[in-house]
């Protein structure tokens, strides 16, 4: 019995640890560029299943493949209407490891142990690395299973296992809750699955309490996405939710065919399977593919409906909108002229928004100014991220004689946008310091309302181009060291005002960051100036 219960134990922790290598691993294969590479490619329904398939037997996880989506959709790199067949492939490509997993290859498995686990330590192969420690985990979650299989062989012929299955009574309603309540306390679902054929192959479950198990594992992982994407909104939602569906009309079409086919012994699915292979693990294996194939049948005639649908249940937000980029997209950057235009009007569109912090900060209610500014940071990090991919590889692949100067102000100029919101948003976070005082309440005003001046000058200066206007940003945006060095000895210097230790620390911060912000606008405006002088937003 103890080296039953070890076998168990040790086949447990080696199916987990390698399960995580695997995904983990695998995962870090789905690299930025492959996400761009299917948002690209995915262009037409054949692609989209296709890339889907890659991306799920890549992923080993619908979950992760779903939310790769939902960041491509935010990045505005795909719509949802070309999304919902990668959705769709993901999950018949996340099955297909059950595949290799109910193969008979023990030999197999041991060697290409033995050898990953060698070349792992072999420093020349650090290139490797993912791939290796992928293969290395997979070997390790088949050989755990194989463990398992053979340590929970003997519970089965066991007088209390056997009662207590009977108190069951069978019921595929219990096997279909099973799987629900483990896929949502594993978080996946094909674990789950691969668990549920191990303890089938070892008498644990019957072949049908099996196939319901698989069904639950599928509605479970609906759950689970549902659970995770409770704070996603807008169109990114709508990603989100197709997969949810997608596994809700699997478990619509099959589990009544199951009634049908169990309790009116009518050759269906099952006995489909059956006829197919006498090994109860393939069986099982054909099970989940065919419940993502029948899903999919039903759902792709169904596309342009489904997503007027989703549309209307869950609509593009404002600040969706606001952090989606207008001009650069991946056709914008075929021409190196175009892509620079472009990626400076996408830069004119964030210098825009600069201002409205300021706007913000004149909000009297603490909590709408908090949520407002937080509002305009989330799309200003959003854009100026979608933008930067673009822009660095503008740098990267599209550099020429010509425009190498131009490009480099474009980078260049990025960089800079970044540093001035982050200052900006800590000077935003600063002010309420002194929103309290009465001494230093002209001061706080005199500064918010100096850097909405500057920064209104700049923009427009830097949009225009015009010679005039490029002298003012010149003549207002001067060294403010000396001004503000004198704010701050006139109140902290002088005994007749008291001021209490926020009214300091907010004063000091206050000043030092509008003098940074100061220097900032004046540098990147001297600096990097537009070469798309008229440009608009």
């Known amino acids: 019995m103890a080296l039953t219960i070890a076998t168990i134990l040790a086949g447990l922790g080696l199916f987990f640890v390698g399960s995580e290598m695997l995904t983990s691993n695998l995962r870090s294969l789905a690299s930025r560029k492959i996400q761009l590479g299917i948002a690209r490619v995915a262009s037409s329904l054949a692609m989209g299943l296709l890339w889907g398939a890659i991306l799920g037997a890549i992923t080993q996880s619908t979950q992760v493949a779903t939310f790769i989506l939902v960041g491509l959709l935010l990045a505005r790199l795909i719509d949802p209407i070309r999304a919902f067949p990668i959705i769709i492939g993901a999950n018949i490509g996340s099955s297909l490891i059950i595949f290799v997993v109910t193969m008979d290859i023990t030999t197999v498995v041991l060697l290409a142990l033995g050898a990953t686990g060698i070349a792992l330590t072999i420093q020349r192969l650090n290139n490797w690395q993912t791939i290796l420690r992928a293969v290395f985990g997979l070997c390790l979650l088949y050989y755990g299973l194989t463990l398992l299989a053979h340590g929970a062989a003997p519970f089965a012929e066991d007088p209390f296992f056997q009662e207590m299955m009977l108190g069951t009574h069978g019921s595929p309603m219990a096997a279909l809750a099973i799987g629900i309540l483990l896929t949502v306390i594993c978080q996946s679902s094909i674990t789950?699955?691969?668990?549920?054929?191990?303890?089938?192959?070892?008498?644990?479950?019957?072949?049908?309490?099996?196939?319901?198990?698989?069904?639950?594992?599928?509605?479970?992982?609906?759950?689970?996405?549902?659970?995770?994407?409770?704070?996603?909104?807008?169109t990114a939602r709508q990603v989100a939710m197709y997969q949810v569906a997608f596994n809700i009309v699997g478990c619509v079409v099959l589990v009544p065919l199951f009634y049908v086919e169990t309790l009116g012994d009518v050759p269906l699915l099952m006995a489909l399977v059956q006829s197919l292979s006498s090994d109860l693990g393939h069986q099982l294996a054909i099970i989940c593919l065919l419940f993502?194939?029948?899903?999919?049948?039903?759902?792709v005639p169904?596309?342009?409906p489904q997503q007027r649908l989703f549309e209307k249940l869950y609509p593009a937000t404002r600040q969706e909108d606001d952090s989606r980029l207008v001009y650069l997209s991946e056709r914008s950057i075929d021409d190196p002229e175009i892509a620079t235009l472009m990626a400076e009007k996408e830069q004119l569109r964030l210098m825009a928004r600069l201002p409205l912090y300021i706007e913000a900060m004149r909000l009297d209610e603490p909590l709408a100014r908090t949520r407002r500014l937080t509002e305009l940071h989330d799309s200003f990090a959003s854009v100026h991220g979608q933008a930067g991919i673009y822009i660095h590889s503008m740098a990267e692949d599209g550099l020429t004689p010509e425009n190498h100067d131009i490009v480099y102000r474009v980078v260049d100029r990025h960089n800079r946008l970044e540093g001035i919101e982050e200052a900006l948003r800590h000077f935003a976070d600063s002010a309420p310091l002194l929103e309290g005082s009465a001494t230093l309440?002209?001061?706080?005003?005199?500064?918010?309302?100096?850097?909405?001046?500057?920064?209104?000058?700049?923009?427009?200066?830097?949009?225009s181009g015009d010679a005039e206007d490029m002298a003012?940003?010149?003549?207002?945006?001067?060294?403010?060291?000396?001004?503000?060095?004198?704010?701050?000895?006139?109140?902290?210097?002088?005994?007749?005002?008291?001021?209490?230790?926020?009214?300091?620390?907010?004063?000091?911060?206050?000043?030092?960051?509008?003098?940074?912000?100061?220097?900032l606008l004046r540098d990147m405006a001297l600096k990097a100036p537009l070469d798309s002088a008229g440009a608009n937003t």
């Open 472 to 519: 003012m940003i010149e003549r207002i945006t001067g060294d403010r060291g000396d001004v503000m060095e004198g704010v701050r000895r006139s109140f902290l210097s002088d005994d007749t005002v008291a001021l209490s230790r926020e009214e300091k620390l907010g004063l000091m911060q206050l000043t030092g960051l509008f003098e940074r912000l100061v220097f």
């Open 292 to 299: 993502n194939v029948a899903a999919a049948v039903v759902l």
């Open 302 to 304: 169904l596309l342009k």
């Open 441 to 463: 309440a002209s001061i706080r005003t005199g500064l918010v309302e100096g850097l909405d001046a500057i920064m209104l000058t700049c923009i427009d200066g830097m949009e």
């Open 192 to 234: 789950v699955a691969l668990l549920a054929i191990t303890f089938a192959g070892s008498g644990f479950f019957s072949f049908e309490q099996a196939v319901m198990i698989i069904y639950g594992t599928n509605l479970g992982s609906s759950i689970s996405t549902w659970m995770l994407s409770g704070k996603i909104r807008g």
